[in-house]
Each structure stands twice: as C-alpha cells, then as structure tokens.
C-alpha cells in the first residue's frame, strides 16, 4: 500500500470550497448593505438640511380671498425681492455698515412666466416708487391703516412679505403666485459658491459710497463685488435707483445663465455646496417652502433660456411734488399690467418709461 495520501476528487474539493464562498458573499452582502444604508443616510441627512434651510410665509393665509384672479392660462407670477436686511453681523457688514433698523425690500421684480414655461418677463418696480399701501396686518398681528403715498420699498418694513404681495396685487391686478426673497448675506455666498459672475461692465464705475471700482467691459465678480454691483446708486446713472435697475437685470441674467451652464448634475459636491448657499438664502411661499416644491418648480423652468429673459423697468414718471419720488407712468403701466393679467404680448409702448434714471 502506498503511504501517499490520496487527494481528494474534483467533486470532494467544490463540496470543500462551498462554505469559504458563502461565507465571502454573506460578507460581501454585509458589506454593501452598510454602504447603501450609509448612503441612504447620507441623502437623507443631506436633504434635510437643506430642506430645513428653507424660510416659508403663508401668503395665501395672509392675504384672504380679496385677490386678483389667476391667470387664466398655465402661466405663472413670482414676486422676487432683494431684501436689505440688516440683521445678523454679516448683513449689516454687507449693508454698508451702520445701525440701520429693520429691513426694505431693496430689489423687486414680478417675473411673469406665459403659457408653456419656454421664456420669461422680469419687471422691475423702483424702490422710490410712490404707491398706495392697502391695509395689512403686521407681523406683531397689528393692522395697519392704508396709507397714500409711501414708498414702495417701506412697505416691506412695516408691515412684512405679504403685504408687499398685497401691495403689488393692489397696483398691478396681477395675481402673484410664489414669493421668493433673499437677503445680503445669502446673494454674496451664492455668488461664491458658483465661482463667481462674468458681467459686462457698460462703463467706468467708481463709488466711493461703497467702493467698487470697475473699468468697462467683462469682469468676473466674486460674491462682495456682485452685491455692491447690483446696489451701487453713486456710480452710474444720476444717482437714482433708477440708475442701477439696468444693472439689476443685466446681472440677473448673467447669473441664471452661469448657474445653467455648470454641470450641476455631473459635480455633485458643487451641486451641493450651492443649494446649500441657495436654500440658507432663501425666503418662499408655504408653496415653495420644501426642496421637493422648488426642485419641481425648477424643472418645470427649464425650457426658460436666461439669454432670451426679458427685462422691463415699470413706467414711471418724476412725482410732481417730490423730484425725487417717482410714480406709476400711465397709460403705459395700465397696459403692462394689463398684458402679464392676461398672459399676452406686451406692448412696446408699454416697456418706455418716462423717467429713465440717466
């Protein structure tokens, strides 16, 4: 008899191996459910910080029933406001410096969207603007009278976001749908989390008030740079608010246009780094208030190139009693108004203003 050992069969040796493969997929098994679980964290704990960065105000609670009717198209109005909110140190640092109380609505725009979501209008309504402030309720729950000739951009600091919208509805008879506000702050850190802004310069800028300083032609701007660009009064124009209106929208467009062209989807560490900025700015509607509402409301947007958005000054004309207050130009503001009502084309006689700013 040979003292070799025998080796065992091809089958004795698959029956040997079978337990050493189980054991490595039952481990392989463990391993990928704790990185999917783990992931499956990580989204949810990413969602909902950005989800809870969100501010939400219940217009609709707000306001009652005694407003302007939809549009009768599948159109949409958003009231979008640039508040100049001094609260917080890195407000009031961006503000200018200064004790300055409260906050004003330091840019508005009532964006209209038509029928089919492939373009948009962008309204700007001047901050000295004169309008007849209805009766709204503070804050505090406090009414306040209505009240003749104030300027538009104290409303928001009496009386808060939804009389604002109550106001607009008021002057305009355009029922506005979402509310969307951001602060100081939040436009700076926006700006810097895309990278910046590419603009081009119309002219020389130098404001001593605020101190940007500009030549003409394309300039990236950081997020400081952007927020004193969209707010300089003493570099352009006659010092107005007018003046820099032009501005406003051109820097709007610029900045939609930068944040469609990045790759958003494909650099999701950018992606998240400025939703974050984005949400942490952010004021809404209820209707808005979740990231889900606004990620569908974006969607739904993304037909809208930002190169072909159109940007409109309301018609105003020089307030006869005070040269520095200007008011509503009829009848060209009559018609603007009247075209977003009925989600059809605005007049070219509708988009001259009177009063241009220098």
């Not at 140190?89 to 725009?109: C, F, M």
């Not at 492939?118 to 001047?126: D, G, Q, T």
């Not at 802004?197 to 940007?212: C, F, H, R």
């Amino acid at each position: 008899m040979s003292n070799d050992v025998m080796s065992p069969g091809p089958r004795a040796s698959r029956r040997a191996a079978k337990p050493r493969k189980r054991r490595g997929l039952k481990i392989t098994l463990i391993v990928l459910l704790v990185l999917l679980l783990a992931a499956g964290g990580t989204a949810y704990w990413l969602y909902s910080r950005l989800d809870g960065n969100i501010t939400g105000v219940d217009i609709n609670k707000a306001l009652g029933e005694d407003r302007p009717e939809k549009l009768p198209t599948s159109g949409q109005n958003l009231l979008v406001l640039g508040s100049d909110s001094r609260a917080g140190a890195e407000n009031e640092e961006l503000g200018g410096g200064g004790k300055v109380g409260g906050a004003r609505s330091d840019t508005a725009l009532v964006v209209h969207i038509p029928e089919g979501r492939s373009k948009a209008v962008a309204v700007s309504i001047p901050r000295d603007t004169l309008v007849t402030r209805p009766e709204c309720a503070t804050g505090g729950g406090a009414d306040l009278p209505a009240k003749e000739r104030v300027m538009f951009n104290s409303v928001y600091a009496q009386a808060g976001p939804a009389c604002v919208v109550k106001t607009v509805e008021k002057m305009s008879g355009v029922r506005i749908d979402h509310y969307l506000e951001i602060d100081f702050a939040g436009f700076k850190d926006l700006v810097d989390a895309i990278g910046g802004v590419t603009v081009d310069v119309p002219q020389d800028i130098n404001d001593k008030a605020s101190g940007l300083n500009l030549t003409a032609g394309p300039q990236k701007l950081d997020g400081t740079e952007s927020l004193a660009y969209v707010r300089t009064r003493h570099g352009i124009g006659d010092g107005s608010d007018l003046g820099r209106i032009g501005l406003q929208q051109q820097f709007l467009i610029a900045l939609l246009s930068e944040v469609k062209s990045q790759d958003l989807l494909g650099s999701p560490a950018s992606s998240y780094k400025i939703a974050n900025s984005a949400t942490k700015a952010l004021t809404t509607d209820s209707g808005l208030a979740s990231l889900t509402s606004l990620a569908e409301f974006a969607r739904s947007m993304n037909g809208v190139d930002p190169a072909s958005m159109e940007t409109i000054m309301l018609p105003v004309a020089y307030d006869r009693i005070d040269p520095n207050r200007v008011v509503a130009a009829e009848p060209q503001a009559g018609q603007l108004w009247k075209a977003i009502r009925e989600d059809t084309t605005i007049p070219e006689e509708a988009k001259k203003s009177p009063a241009t700013g220098g």
